[in-house]
């Protein structure tokens, strides 16, 4: 009868122990922000990125560099994924959740907060990402006339060594027009956390209203925490 009040005690404690535990991990991972980095391409998100990442030591998350890494990894779904590529298919957007959420599993421990750039693409990866990730604190949406945009690309194209039949303004045209789409959907669903930040000025200027915002987020973060 003592053995087993015992066992009823140690069981007890150890669920404890458990729930302890896994609340610490909540409010930790509660603590840590969540940034989505929207804009087409050509908008400068890019510089931004590097920029945030060195103030403020966040980790940075490419679904399109995490993609090419799953590759160079050779591992089983890095030669999946390279078969889908190579076939000229779309990787699933399932496929792209996952490893963004392993990247950030493994990160939640040292990271300090998540700049997630270039995702979601549509609306509805925003609400799958939050319902299997984490939600999302803040969207920073770099916004740019087409034609600064086209002119940003067609530059870059021009310079660099590698020349791509895509890299003609009629293509680049269409891509943008799929872009402004998607996202103007995106915008709609989350307003309430999105700020639309004039991407046509200097990269300095631009900063400091992101710094701005993330500063925001931060505070009420630590707001919250304080309260728990």
Same mark, same amino acid.
């Given at each position: ?57 966040? @980790? ?19 030669r999946q994924l390279?078969?889908?590529m190579a076939s ?14 392993? $990247? ?11 700049l997630i750039d ?17 939600? $999302? ?33 009629? @293509? ?57």
């Amino acid at each position: 009868m003592l053995f087993m009040c015992h066992q009823k005690v140690m069981k007890k404690e150890a669920e404890e122990k458990l729930k302890a535990e896994e609340l610490r991990r909540a409010r930790a991972a509660a603590e840590i922000p969540i940034i989505w980095i929207l804009g087409g391409p050509g908008c400068g998100k890019g510089t931004q990125c590097a920029k945030i990442v060195e103030k403020y030591g966040f @980790t940075h998350l490419s679904s399109g560099d995490l993609l090419r890494n799953e590759v160079a990894s050779g591992s089983d779904k890095g030669r999946q994924l390279q078969a889908v590529m190579a076939s000229g298919g779309l990787v699933s957007n399932d496929e792209v959740l996952s490893l963004l959420n392993d $990247a950030i599993t493994r990160a939640k421990g040292s990271s300090k907060g998540f700049l997630i750039d270039g995702y979601p693409r549509e609306k509805n990866q925003g609400i799958e990402f939050e319902l299997r990730v984490a939600p $999302a604190d803040l969207a920073l949406y770099f916004e740019c006339s087409e034609d600064t945009m086209v002119q940003r690309i067609m530059a870059r194209a021009a310079a660099s060594s590698v020349k791509r039949d895509d890299d003609n303004e009629k @293509t680049i045209r269409a891509r943008l027009l799929t872009f402004r789409q998607n996202t103007n959907a995106i915008l709609e669903c989350y307003e309430p956390k999105t700020l639309t930040i004039n991407a046509e000025r200097d990269v300095d200027d631009i900063f400091l209203e992101v710094v701005q915002a993330i500063d925001c987020v931060l505070k009420k973060k630590q707001q919250n925490a304080a309260q728990c």
